[in-house]
C-alpha cells in the first residue's frame, strides 16, 4: 500500500502558467496551496507560523502536479529568521525544495521569472548528465555570445556585463567591469558584485541566497555572484529613473571587512591593495 504524499496538488491557474522544458510552472502559490496536512514531528506553531510563507514560482511534476521546488524573492527587509526555521522544519518533513533569493531588485522585475527558467535548464542539463564526469558543467558550457565574442553561454550575468560596457561607453560608469565575491554560508551562499561610477562612487548590489535542500547543479556560491551582478544590470537600466544609492570607496572597503569578519576565509584580489 502506498503512502499518500505530503505535498498537495497544485490547481493550476491556466491562464497564469508556463512551461519549462518538460516543467509546469505556477506562480505565486502559499505553502498551505503546496502541503496538504500537518506532517509529523511539525508543532502546530511551528505550522501555521510556516503557512504565512508565500513563493513566487513553484515547478511542478507535469504529470501528477505535485510541487517539487519553489523559488521565493525576498526583499532584505522582510527576512523573517523565525519564520524560516519554521519554513525550514516543514520542507525538511515533507520534502519540498525551496530556494530564497534575498535581493532588493530582482524579484520585482522580469529577471524573476527569467531566473526560474534558468534554475530549470540547469536542473534539467543535472539531470540529463548525471554519471559524467568529464563534460562542463551547465554554467562552464563555452559557446557564442549575443555580441559575437565566445563565452559562456549560460551566465546569468552577460547582459549585465555588457550593459556595463555600454555604460563606459556613455560615461555613466568610470571602469566598464562588474567585480564580484562570493562565500558559503550555512544556509545558503551570499554574492557581491558592484562597479566604479565616476567620482569614487560606486554601485553595490548584494544577493543572499537562502537554501532548504535546492540544487540545481550549479554551487550556490557562484550562483548568487551571478545573480548579483545581474542585480547590477538591473540597476544600471534605473540610473536615470531611480537613482541607486551609492558607495564611497571607504564604504565599500568598510562593509568588505564587516563581510571578511563573519568569513575568515574570504580574499578578494580588489581588496587586497586597499
Given at each position: 500500500m502506498s503512502i499518500p504524499s505530503p505535498l498537495r496538488p497544485v490547481a493550476t491557474a491556466e491562464e497564469r502558467l508556463f512551461a519549462r522544458g518538460r516543467w509546469v510552472v505556477q506562480p505565486d502559490q502559499r505553502l498551505s496551496q503546496l502541503v496538504a496536512r500537518r506532517p509529523e514531528g511539525v508543532s502546530p506553531n511551528q505550522w501555521n507560523t510556516a503557512l504565512r510563507t508565500r513563493c513566487d514560482f513553484v515547478a511542478l511534476d507535469p504529470a501528477t502536479r505535485l510541487p517539487v521546488f519553489a523559488v521565493e524573492f525576498a526583499d532584505p527587509a522582510a527576512e523573517d529568521e523565525r519564520l524560516d526555521r519554521m519554513l525550514a522544519t516543514v520542507c525538511g518533513a515533507v520534502g519540498l525544495e525551496w530556494l530564497r533569493i534575498v535581493s532588493p531588485i530582482i524579484g520585482g522585475t522580469t529577471q524573476a521569472r527569467r531566473t526560474v527558467e534558468y534554475l530549470i535548464d540547469a536542473r534539467a542539463f543535472r539531470d540529463a548528465?548525471?554519471?559524467d564526469g568529464e563534460g562542463p558543467g551547465f554554467r562552464d558550457?563555452?559557446?557564442r555570445l549575443p555580441d559575437g565574442r565566445d563565452g559562456f553561454v549560460n551566465d546569468l550575468s552577460t547582459l549585465a556585463r555588457a550593459a556595463a560596457v555600454d555604460a563606459y561607453v556613455g560615461r555613466d560608469l568610470a571602469d566598464p567591469i562588474i567585480r564580484g565575491l562570493h562565500v558559503s554560508t550555512p544556509d545558503g551562499a551570499e554574492g557581491w558584485a558592484w562597479v566604479e561610477l565616476p567620482e569614487g562612487r560606486h554601485l553595490l548590489e548584494r544577493v543572499r541566497l537562502v537554501t532548504h535542500g535546492f540544487?540545481?547543479?550549479?554551487?550556490?556560491?557562484?550562483?548568487a555572484e551571478d545573480l548579483a551582478a545581474l542585480a547590477v544590470g538591473e540597476r544600471l537600466k534605473r540610473l536615470e529613473i531611480a537613482p541607486p544609492v551609492w558607495l564611497s570607496r571607504d564604504d565599500l572597503v568598510r562593509a568588505y571587512d564587516r563581510l571578511q569578519g563573519r568569513h575568515p576565509g574570504l580574499n578578494s584580489p580588489f581588496f587586497a591593495p586597499l
Open positions: 548528465t548525471a554519471g558550457i563555452v559557446g540544487d540545481c547543479g550549479i554551487a550556490l556560491d557562484r550562483l
